[in-house]
T-cell receptor, first 114, second 115 residues
Framework: AQSVAQPEDQVNVAEGNPLTVKCTYS??????LFWYVQYPNRGLQFLLK??????LVKGSYGFEAEFNKSQTSFHLKKPSALVSDSALYFC????????????FGRGTSLIVHP | EAGVAQSPRYKIIEKRQSVAFWCNPI?????LYWYQQILGQGPKLLIQ????????DSQLPKDRFSAERLKGVDSTLKIQPAKLEDSAVYLC?????????????FGPGTRLTVL
C-alpha cells in the first residue's frame, strides 16, 4: 500500500528566510508526487508536481521541490518566505497504472513570522 | 475558467438523518473525486469517477455512503444515515483524463457537522 508522511505538524520561519516542508513516501513502483496548499476556508490549490525527468521541479509562487528517489523524499522549498505563504501544505502521491488512487499526507502548517 | 463548484458550503444535521452534497466539476474534466477531510488530517479519497464510471470506491463506507455521476458531469454524494464520526469537510475535485499525472482542481468543500 502507498503512503505519505509529513513528519512536521508545524513549521515556523521568519519572513525572508528559506523554508522547507518535508515529505517522504512509500510506494511500489515509480511515483507521481504533488504538493497542494490550502488557505483558510478555501479548497486545496495545486503548487507543483513531479512526474518524470529533472528531479528539481518549480511551481507556483516561487516554490520548488526536489525528488530524491534514494531517500524517497519530495521536500518543498522556497528561498525566501513571505507572510502570505502561511497556510496548510499537503504532499500527495499516486502510482501510475491501475486506479492510481491519490494518497495525501496529513498536512504541515507553515507559519511565517513578520 | 470557472472552478469546481460545490453546494451547500455548510450543513448541520442530527445523527441518523440523511444529507446530500452536490459537485459540478470544471468543464471537460473527465475524472471526478470525492474526499473526506477530518480536522487535522489530510484528504481521504472516498470515490473516483472517470466519466460516469467508478474507477475506485474501495474507501467508501458503502453501508451508508453512496455517490453517482449521471451523464459524466455533475455528481452527488449522499450519507444515509449519518453518524457523529461523519463530521468533516467533503471535498470534490476534478482533473483531466489521464494516467494520474494530471493535477486535481478542488472545490471549496462542504463542512458537515453531525450532532
Amino acid at each position: 500500500a502507498q503512503s505519505v508522511a509529513q513528519p512536521e505538524d508545524q513549521v515556523n520561519v521568519a519572513e525572508g528566510n528559506p523554508l522547507t516542508v518535508k515529505c517522504t513516501y512509500s510506494v511500489s513502483g515509480n511515483p507521481y508526487l504533488f504538493w497542494y496548499v490550502q488557505y483558510p476556508n478555501r479548497g486545496l490549490q495545486f503548487l507543483l508536481k513531479y512526474i518524470t525527468g529533472d528531479n528539481l521541479v518549480k511551481g507556483s509562487y516561487g516554490f520548488e521541490a526536489e525528488f530524491n528517489k534514494s531517500q524517497t523524499s519530495f521536500h518543498l522549498k522556497k528561498p525566501s518566505a513571505l507572510v502570505s505563504d502561511s497556510a496548510l501544505y499537503f504532499c500527495a502521491v499516486r502510482v501510475p497504472g491501475g486506479s492510481y488512487i491519490p494518497t495525501f499526507g496529513r498536512g504541515t502548517s507553515l507559519i511565517v513570522h513578520p | 475558467e470557472a472552478g469546481v463548484a460545490q453546494s451547500p458550503r455548510y450543513k448541520i444535521i442530527e445523527k441518523r438523518q440523511s444529507v446530500a452534497f452536490w459537485c459540478n466539476p470544471i468543464s471537460g474534466h473527465a475524472t471526478l473525486y470525492w474526499y473526506q477531510q477530518i480536522l487535522g488530517q489530510g484528504p481521504k479519497l472516498l470515490i473516483q469517477f472517470q466519466n460516469n464510471g467508478v474507477v475506485d470506491d474501495s474507501q467508501l463506507p458503502k453501508d451508508r455512503f453512496s455517490a453517482e455521476r449521471l451523464k459524466g458531469v455533475d455528481s452527488t454524494l449522499k450519507i444515509q444515515p449519518a453518524k457523529l464520526e461523519d463530521s468533516a469537510v467533503y471535498l470534490c475535485a476534478s482533473s483531466l483524463l489521464g494516467t494520474g499525472g494530471n493535477e486535481q482542481f478542488f472545490g471549496p468543500g462542504t463542512r458537515l457537522t453531525v450532532l
